[in-house]
């Protein structure tokens, strides 16, 4: 872990934020080729859910939402966590955490009695900081699908089964955050809200599991570090009939990636009640009007992206040297292809290197890079996952040839500039 920690700061993917100023903790910044990943990575989601498929819809709500919504969703009262604080450091520790819930693990100091910790971060709506204008940050984006379901039936008519999906920001109050990007207090999820009759429910959720499951490995996660793990009836949230967590194995064990969970109707009859709106769906083949069932996959993005980036992580020995190489799959991978004059003293040969990686850049994402010797720069591209390497050499300006070297096997192969472009795309699609 510490390894994969050091190459998101050193290589741009991911920093401390506010780093300059001693870091905010448990918040973190992505770089140039974290972005990218993360991009990706949504680009991903979103391909697999929305445009490959018939029955999902994409939506974008807003993170700040009418309180109310959050006492139906039972937010206001469900969702806490149990806290202890130590007497003497002074620190805060989740209860459930503490094997011994009167000793501070540490400094050894007596606790405080466990008290109820609401995990939502609460603000003010408008100028005054009144009790009547207090509003939330969303813990999750499911509510702002849930409440637009009337809209979504009034406006595309769709017919059940159908799903709603989105990505976006969320914000959650943790006690102990902490590994890094995995538990933070401001993080991105990716979910889907999917609306079904209440007897094709279990099969729904047998369904979801099996294709998300598959979209992970699709991406290139090894099987042997995922697993299925279902809930049991302890561990149920207090609106779900059955919940499966997709986990990887990280190397502080294994943690959830995705639930998909069965949430029954509750959630629509709670946003009925609360609101005084009918949401129930007519189904016009029976003339029957019901509350449907939903099955949500929620998956983290952040979370995905740091088992990718902790999947891909590879030391290979070369010769005498040790290679650092991130394997992530070609749909992933933040730079596709890296441009590298093998001198750069040469200007016709940098000119010639550049030219290439602009006429590049309009179909594939190319970086070009001239800031070290030519085996320190595909070790760099190595590091960042870039999947091609192009060398511009001497023999270049004659045979208007150039070398590409793959990432994962190294091996080399001299292509005509003009067949350049097809050649990669062929190999990236």
Request: hydrophobic letters at 35%; a neutral charge; proline letters at 4%.
């Amino acid at each position: 872990m510490e390894k994969v920690v050091s190459l998101c700061k050193r290589r741009g993917f991911i920093f401390q934020s506010s780093d300059i100023y001693g870091g905010l903790s448990n918040t973190w910044d992505y770089g140039p080729y974290g972005v990218e990943l993360k991009n990706n990575l949504k680009r991903a989601w979103w391909k697999a859910n929305v445009y490959e498929r018939y029955d999902i819809l994409g939506m974008d709500a807003a993170i700040l939402m009418h309180p109310k919504v959050w006492e139906a969703s039972g937010h206001v009262q469900n969702f806490f966590d149990l806290k202890s604080d130590c007497k003497s450091c002074k620190k805060r520790f989740k209860s459930a955490d503490l094997k011994d819930k009167n000793k501070c693990p540490e400094c050894g100091g007596a606790l405080t009695e466990a008290r109820p910790f609401n995990l939502m971060f609460k603000t003010y709506q408008g100028p005054i900081e009144e009790s009547g204008n207090e509003i939330y940050m969303r813990p999750e984006t499911a509510q702002g699908m849930l409440v637009n379901f009337l809209n979504i039936l009034d406006s595309r008519h769709p017919k059940l089964p159908f799903g709603l999906a989105q990505i976006g920001k969320a914000f959650r109050n943790e006690i102990t955050p902490g590994n890094f990007t995995f538990r933070t207090r401001e993080f991105e999820q990716m979910e889907i809200e999917y609306f079904v009759k209440p007897l094709d429910a279990d099969k729904a959720l047998e369904d979801w599991i099996t294709y998300r499951f598959n979209w992970y490995l699709d991406l290139g996660l090894k099987k042997e570090s995922l697993r299925k793990r279902s809930h049991g009836k302890d561990e149920l949230a207090h609106y779900a009939r059955a919940c499966t967590d997709i986990e990887y194995n990280f190397p502080f064990g294994w943690s959830e990636l995705e639930g998909i969970a069965n949430r029954t109707d509750f959630d629509l009859k709670q946003h009925s009640q609360y609101s005084g709106r009918d949401l129930q769906y007519f189904d016009d083949s029976t003339k029957e009007r019901f509350y449907p069932y939903i099955i949500e996959p929620s998956g983290g993005v952040d979370r995905a992206v740091l088992a990718f980036l902790v999947d891909a992580y590879n030391e290979e020995k070369v010769r005498d040297d040790t290679r650092v190489v991130l394997k992530l799959h070609k749909d992933l991978a933040p730079t596709k292809v890296a441009v590298l004059p093998l001198l750069r003293n040469r200007p016709e040969i940098v000119e010639l290197a550049k030219k290439i990686a602009q006429d590049l850049k309009k179909t594939i994402i190319t970086v070009y890079d001239d800031t070290g010797a030519i085996g320190k720069l595909y070790r760099r591209q190595d590091e960042v996952g870039t999947l091609y390497c192009v060398t511009v050499d001497v023999q270049s300006l004659e045979d208007k040839q150039v070398t590409v070297r793959q990432r994962d096997t190294m091996l080399q192969e001299r292509i005509s500039i003009d067949k350049l472009k097809e050649y990669l795309s062929n190999k990236l699609t």
